[in-house]
């Protein structure tokens, strides 16, 4: 039988144990209640404390994501006016430009682990016109590319038969 890590008291981040609160049912871990330096009272997986994973209520994101986002002046440019967050189309410019957590390569297109399957997406004025999984990355990227040239270019073909 393990021993039981007393952590009443311990200050991780900023949180402070209050006490002992129940056990995780997923993977047995003890759960402590904590008091965050904001006052909020939190309660976490004893292991993701002494780990470091958690050191706040969840203020220390909200606060480090305002410092930065206070710094990107693209964000600050566009605060406040959803329609600079469209191009001159009205596509949404995050459904064209590629995440920094994008695996896949290309935008709209990703891998699902549970399904094991690949998902192609398209978003279009406010709706999906695209969502739908595949085999083969390949499929999901010729899915995603003909939506594209479906929806997005469709515009263009207007304006040409208008001149």
Not at 32 to 44: A, D, K
Not at 129 to 141: Q, Y
Request: glycine fraction near 8%; aromatic fraction near 8%.
């Amino acid at each position: 039988m393990s021993r039981m890590i007393e952590m009443k008291g311990k200050q991780f981040g900023r949180l402070t144990v209050i006490r002992q609160n129940g056990q995780d049912p997923k993977n047995a871990d003890l759960l402590w209640e904590c008091r965050c330096s904001c006052g909020n009272i939190v309660t976490v997986d004893g292991s993701r404390l002494r780990g470091g994973y958690v050191r706040s209520c969840g203020c220390l994101r909200r606060e480090l994501a305002r410092q930065r986002y206070s710094k990107n002046e693209g964000f600050t440019r566009n605060m406040g006016n959803p329609q600079n967050l469209r191009n001159s189309d009205g596509i949404m410019v995050s459904s064209m430009k590629e995440s920094q957590r994008n695996t896949s390569g290309v935008v709209g297109v990703s891998y699902d682990k549970a399904t094991e399957r690949w998902l192609a997406r398209l978003m279009y004025q406010g709706r999906y016109v695209l969502l739908k999984s595949f085999e083969t990355k390949t499929e999901a990227i010729h899915a995603r590319k003909e939506a594209e040239t479906l929806y997005w270019h469709k515009s263009d073909k207007q304006k040409q038969t208008v001149s």
